[in-house]
């Protein structure tokens, strides 16, 4: 079975460099398209095995792990931990691939840091840097609700026998992803996990929490607005895809979304809510159809 490569690109932050790992899946030629799909807030690149395995037969695939998860270094500094940072060292993984455009699958923040990539003022006749982009459950407005609860299991620190184990705990956490077999789940969990001495821990860095628990209404409803003044700069064709259970993004916002900026077209998925893993055949489809037209 096809497997990535694990790779590093240095990036800059206000300390001075961190390394952020990313995992390449070939594609059919040097010259083939590259898609980047990018996870979300406590995930790693892995998650995209199932998408990026299906779609690899039309383009080269990259999956960061986002700084401070996965393989990726962790900041000496956790106020780094921001979209507006992720965002320039997606620029510096853009120059490292030596690409002029990519398509970008991006679930719950790695939707955000697509948004905010697109939006990046350019001159004149400067193509944006994504061609096509994927909202994976998320948009401008996000409900400071589906934030707290996020906010009772980011952080902690949890140890566990096995993978197996930690993998049982992590499904209590995210029913929203939806119906998975054993062995989805299991395969979809591993790659969260260190092992530490006798015993497994979660992959990421404790101190993303950090910012996240100073987020306040106040400041949600101020990144509201910012948000949605980046969606309108939008122009890259959009595809919004939703779990119609979410409870970070809500049918009201997703209708907006294709009223304005670029009018994405929206496709809700029954019996899951955030967010949809992108691996069964049926969720594939959706995504290689949107970015095949």
Excluded at 264 to 277: D, K, N
């Amino acid at each position: 079975m096809t497997q990535p490569q694990l790779r590093f690109v240095n990036c800059l932050d206000a300390t001075g460099l961190h390394r952020m790992a990313y995992w390449e899946w070939a594609g059919p030629s040097a010259e083939a398209p590259v898609l980047v799909c990018v996870h979300g807030l406590s995930r790693q690149g892995r998650d995209f095995d199932a998408l990026a395995r299906a779609l690899s037969d039309r383009y080269r695939v990259i999956c960061p792990d986002v700084v401070g998860r996965g393989h990726s270094d962790w900041l000496r500094q956790p106020a780094g931990y921001q979209v507006p940072a992720y965002v320039s060292d997606m620029v510096a993984l853009l120059a490292r691939l030596d690409v002029a455009q990519v398509d970008w699958v991006g679930t719950s923040m790695g939707g955000l840091i697509g948004l905010g990539l697109a939006a990046l003022p350019r001159p004149d006749g400067v193509a944006s840097p994504i061609r096509r982009l994927v909202l994976n459950d998320v948009g401008p407005a996000i409900r400071f609700e589906a934030l707290q609860r996020i906010g009772t299991y980011l952080g902690k620190a949890p140890r566990f026998a096995s993978v197996a184990e930690g993998a049982a705990y992590l499904r209590t956490i995210s029913e929203g992803f939806g119906p998975h077999s054993d062995d989805e789940w299991l395969a979809l969990s591993a790659p969260l996990f260190r092992q530490d001495g006798a015993e497994w821990r979660l992959h990421y860095d404790p101190a993303i929490a950090l910012p996240f628990a100073a987020v306040t209404p106040e400041l949600v409803a101020a990144g509201e607005a910012a948000l949605w003044a980046a969606y309108e700069q939008l122009r890259c064709p959009t595809l919004l895809i939703r779990g119609a259970e979410s409870d970070l993004l809500t049918a009201e916002t997703a209708r907006a979304m294709t009223t304005r900026g670029p009018h994405a077209r929206l496709v809700e998925l029954p019996g899951m809510g955030h967010a949809p893993t992108l691996i069964h055949d049926d969720q594939v489809s959706i995504v290689r159809e949107f970015l095949s037209t």
